[in-house]
């Protein structure tokens, strides 16, 4: 099952990337078609934008992703003993690397872990998280996040974040061309199919953000069940995550935490625990509740 898992979520890897060159072709024809003209143009510009946009947040992910979050290093167990120590025995535990380890200074408890692979991942806890959580419960969050690093999570979470940056990007820079007089005017626009092609131009660049944010949902949603099923297969002890869980319900917003890279924590790092249900359906994250449901059933 084990393998199997990792075989599915390294063919999804190549689904995600089909969709996001899709969407950056698509984005690229529809700015270049607005203001230069030229569709093709537009999908080669954003095609060499978006290459190098992937190759360095992909190939510096973890470097990248804990500036984003104003994580600091450690370097050794002497600096955050119960940390490392615990990482470390879940690390040995998944049969993975052990993983760099990153603090965030930050009150809210909450962690995450990133990397292209287990040999080049990293996780990262709260200070809050550190101060609330006692030692079966900072294992069943660690043995979630080495969950995540054994099925190959960390990989698709960054290809998702790249592409929810390199849309980002895209779109801002047809905005700042809008604003600043970039709109073509040629005289080939004056047509039915020209107008709708412009209208679609324009629909597609404002919903572009959300096409990205909704990818960002469709992975990250499955793969807390399945990392919280993977903590407690790794520990035993399903009673040390759900209590995790029932702590992270009453945590407060991060402060400063990087709106990218939201999908990346165990749990929401902007919004509290307690949500509508409409907005349950645009969430990165399964329902704090629900996640403690599933594990009690198990």
Do not use: C
């Amino acid at each position: 099952m084990l393998y199997q898992q990792i075989a599915r979520n390294k063919r999804k890897t190549v689904v995600v990337m089909a969709g996001f060159l899709l969407l950056v072709a698509l984005i690229g024809a529809a700015v270049g078609y607005l203001f230069a003209g030229t569709a093709v143009g537009g999908i080669i510009i954003a095609g060499i934008i978006a290459v190098i946009y992937m190759a360095v947040i992909i190939g510096q992910s973890t470097d990248v992703v804990m500036r984003m979050n104003n994580a600091t290093e450690v370097h050794s167990a002497s600096e955050a003993p119960e940390l490392w120590h615990v990482v470390e025995d879940m690390a040995m535990v998944a049969q993975v690397p052990m993983p760099k380890v990153y603090i965030i200074h930050d009150p809210s408890p909450n962690a995450f872990a990133t990397g292209n692979n287990p040999e080049h991942a990293a996780v990262a806890a709260t200070t809050g998280l550190m101060e609330i959580m006692n030692r079966e419960e900072l294992e069943g969050v660690m043995a979630h996040e080495m969950t995540h690093v054994r099925n190959y999570d960390i990989r698709l979470q960054t290809i998702a974040l790249a592409l929810a940056s390199a849309i980002a990007m895209l779109v801002n820079f047809a905005g700042n061309f809008w604003w600043f007089g970039g709109r073509s005017n040629s005289d080939d626009r004056d047509s039915g199919g020209a107008i709708f092609a412009m209208i679609g131009s324009i629909l597609l660049i404002i919903l572009a953000p959300l096409a990205a944010s909704i990818a960002q949902m469709a992975l990250s949603r499955n793969r807390e069940y399945l990392a919280d099923a993977g903590a407690v297969e790794l520990t035993r002890n399903p009673q040390g995550m759900i209590s995790a869980l029932e702590k992270l319900k009453t945590a407060v917003p991060m402060k400063h935490v990087d709106p990218s890279s939201s999908a990346l924590y165990i749990s929401d790092p902007e919004k509290n625990a307690k949500r509508h249900h409409f907005s349950n359906l645009f969430a990165t994250h399964p329902p704090l509740d629900k996640r403690i449901e599933r594990l009690r059933e198990m």
